[in-house]
C-alpha cells in the first residue's frame, strides 16, 4: 500500500469525506453533496450515520461524482476534532474499504491543513499494518484490494515534506511490531540481534556482545535467566549521534525476553504461547531507534536491548541460586519467572557505566500484576524524577499510549530485601509491580530513570483504535519518539 498526496482526487475508485458529529455536511463533502444533486445528504437521512467516529456510510454510484463509491467518513465532534480524532477516522475510512474491491481510496483533505494531510497518510499507513507471511491459504477476497490511499491536499509539496519524518516513524513501528509478533522459534536472541544490526545503514551503529563478553563483564544476572537455553544470550548496544558531539545520550533499555516458559518456575501452559511477546520493551527500543535515525533526530541517543530466552533445563537457573550482578550487589533468585527485572538489572547498570546517560528509560513486559491495576489500555510508569516522569505524560496523550504514573513507596523497598543476599527477585502478590520497580530501582545508581511497565499494551487483542489493528502494537515507539522530539531535541 502507498500513500500519495495531490491536488485532487482524480480517477479514485473510492473518495472518503470527512462529516463532523450531527453537523450538515461540509467542506469537500458539501461539494460532492452538490455535484452529487443532493445524493450524499439524502443517502445519509436515510441511515443512521450521524458522522460519529469510527463510522463510514458508503454511498455507491452516487451522479455527478466521478468515484463510484462515496465514503462518508465519521470524524466525531467537530470541537474534539485534533491530531488523533483525525488519525482514527483516515484509519477508519481505510479499514471501511480495504477489502472492498476498490485500488484506489481518495481521502479529501483540501480544507485541512498540510499538516493534518501529512497525519492522515501516517494513520493510514499504521492502520494497513498486517503480519501476514505465515498465512499461505488466504482467500483473495479477504486480502486487501487498495494498494494506493491518495490525501488529497491543498499544498502537496508542503503535506509530502511533514510527511517525510512520519513514514520513517511509521516505518519504525512497523519494525517493532514485526519482532513483537515474530514467534519465538524464529525470533531468538541472535536473530532480533542481527535483525537490529541490519538497521546500520540507516545511520545507527549497533554493537552486539555475546555470553562470553557479557560474562567478562560479570552480568550474571542477565546470563543467568539465559543460562537454560541452547540459544546463546546477547546484548545489543544501538547508538543515534544526531545531537552535539560529546552531548551526554539519553538512553533506552528493553527486556527482551524472546520467550518466557517462567523457567524451572514454570509457567502454566495456558496462555504461555503469549510469551512470545516478552520482547515488546526490546522491540520498542529498536523501534525509537530506528524512528530517531530514520527523521535525523537531533539528539544523542543509546539503546541497550537484553535478549535471552528463558527456559527450564538440566543447566537452568534454579529457585534459591543467589547470583552475583555487574553492580556487585547479590540477587537470591525466589523465581526464575521473575527474570525480567535481573535482565534489566544488569542492562540498567550497563548502561549508566558505560554511556553516563542524561537520564535512562527502561520499557519491559515485566508483571501480569500491571494489567490487574491498569487494565489493558495503560502502561504503567514508574520513575524517580518527576521532570521526566512529567515529560513522558506530556507526550502521551499526543499519540495515544496511554500511561499512568504509579507510586514507588520508600517504605515498600524493603519488600525486596533478603535475609541470604542483598535482595530477592521476587516476594509475594502485594503491589507486584511497584515491588517489580523498586527492584530495577536499585540499579540505576541514582540516574534519572523511568520504568514503563507494558505488560498490558504489548499485545492487543479487541482493538479500539483504527490505527492499531489486533495484535503487536510496537507500543512506546510514538511515545518515546514524541517525548524526544518534544523535549530533548533543539
Ligand atoms: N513476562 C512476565 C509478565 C507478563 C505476564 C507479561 C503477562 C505479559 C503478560 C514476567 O516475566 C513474569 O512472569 N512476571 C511474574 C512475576 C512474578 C513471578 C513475581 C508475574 O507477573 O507473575
Ligand atoms: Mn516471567
Ligand atoms: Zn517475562
Redesign the pocket.
Known amino acids: 500500500m502507498t500513500i500519495e498526496f495531490a491536488a485532487a482526487a482524480g480517477s479514485a475508485d473510492i473518495l472518503a469525506l470527512l462529516v463532523h458529529d450531527g453537523q450538515p455536511l461540509a467542506g469537500p463533502a458539501a461539494a460532492a453533496d452538490a455535484a452529487a444533486g443532493g445524493a450524499l445528504a439524502r443517502a445519509q437521512a436515510a441511515s443512521r450515520f450521524t458522522g460519529g467516529a469510527r463510522s463510514t456510510l458508503s454511498v455507491l454510484a452516487a451522479p455527478g461524482v466521478e468515484a463510484g463509491h462515496v465514503l462518508l467518513t465519521g470524524a466525531g465532534a467537530a470541537d474534539k476534532f485534533d491530531d488523533l480524532a483525525l488519525e482514527t477516522a483516515a484509519g477508519q475510512a481505510y479499514h471501511a474499504v480495504k477489502t472492498s474491491g476498490g485500488a484506489v481510496l481518495a481521502i479529501d483533505l483540501s480544507h485541512l491543513s498540510p499538516a493534518q494531510a501529512a497525519r492522515a497518510g501516517f494513520a493510514v499507513q499504521l492502520a494497513a499494518y498486517r503480519f501476514d507471511k505465515y498465512l499461505t491459504k488466504q482467500k483473495p477476497e479477504k486480502l486487501p484490494s487498495v494498494k494506493t490511499v491518495r490525501i488529497v491536499t491543498g499544498d502537496v509539496e508542503a503535506a509530502r515534506a511533514a510527511h517525510a519524518p512520519m513514514q520513517a516513524v511509521a516505518e519504525a513501528v512497523h519494525f517493532a511490531r514485526d519482532l513483537v509478533a515474530e514467534p519465538a522459534n524464529v525470533l531468538y536472541p541472535a536473530e532480533f540481534a542481527r535483525r537490529v544490526k541490519a538497521l546500520e545503514p540507516l545511520g545507527l551503529k549497533v554493537e552486539i556482545l555475546g555470553e562470553a563478553e557479557m560474562e567478562k563483564l560479570g552480568m550474571r544476572l542477565l546470563l543467568g535467566v539465559g543460562q537454560g537455553s541452547v540459544r546463546e544470550s546477547q546484548l545489543a548496544i544501538m547508538r543515534w549521534d544526531g545531537g552535539k558531539a560529546g552531548d551526554a545520550p539519553i538512553a533506552f533499555v528493553g527486556k527482551g525476553?524472546c520467550f518466557?516458559t517462567?523457567g524451572i518456575?514454570i509457567?502454566p501452559a495456558q496462555g504461555m504461547e503469549?510469551?512470545i511477546?516478552?520482547m515488546g520493551g526490546a522491540a520498542a527500543v529498536a523501534g525509537l531507534m530506528h524512528a530517531l535515525a530514520g527523521r535525523k533526530a537531533k539528539v544523542n541517543a543509546v539503546g541497550v536491548l537484553g535478549l535471552v530466552e528463558?527456559m527450564p533445563d538440566g543447566n537452568a537457573q534454579r529457585p534459591g541460586d543467589i547470583v552475583v550482578s555487574m553492580s556487585g550487589q547479590t540477587v537470591e533468585v525466589i523465581?526464575t519467572?521473575?527474570?525480567?527485572r535481573l535482565v534489566l538489572g544488569d542492562a540498567l547498570w550497563y548502561t549508566q557505566e558505560h554511556f553516563k546517560p542524561k537520564f535512562m528509560i527502561d520499557l519491559a513486559?515485566?508483571?501480569?500484576?500491571?494489567?490487574i491495576s491498569l487494565g489493558l489500555d495503560y502502561a504503567g510508569l514508574f520513575s524517580n524524577s518527576d521532570e521526566l516522569a512529567d515529560n513522558i505524560l506530556a507526550a502521551s496523550p499526543r499519540v495515544g499510549e496511554n500511561v499512568w504514573r504509579m507510586p514507588m513507596p520508600a517504605q515498600y523497598d524493603k519488600i525486596m530485601d533478603s535475609k541470604q543476599a542483598d535482595m530477592r527477585?521476587?516476594a509475594g502478590?502485594d503491589g507486584?509491580s511497584i515491588t517489580?520497580a523498586l527492584f530495577l530501582q536499585r540499579f540505576t545508581n541514582g540516574v534519572p530513570w523511568a520504568h514503563l511497565d507494558i505488560?498490558p499494551t504489548?499485545w492487543v487483542k479487541d482493538s479500539q483504535r483504527p490505527t492499531v489493528p489486533d495484535g503487536p502494537v510496537g507500543w512506546g515507539v510514538r511515545l518515546l519518539d514524541r517525548m524526544v522530539q518534544d523535549s530533548y531535541e533543539g
Open positions: 525476553v518466557d517462567g518456575s509457567k503469549d510469551m511477546w516478552d528463558n523465581n519467572d521473575a527474570e525480567g513486559t515485566l508483571t501480569g500484576a500491571m494489567i527477585n521476587s502478590r507486584g517489580a505488560a504489548a
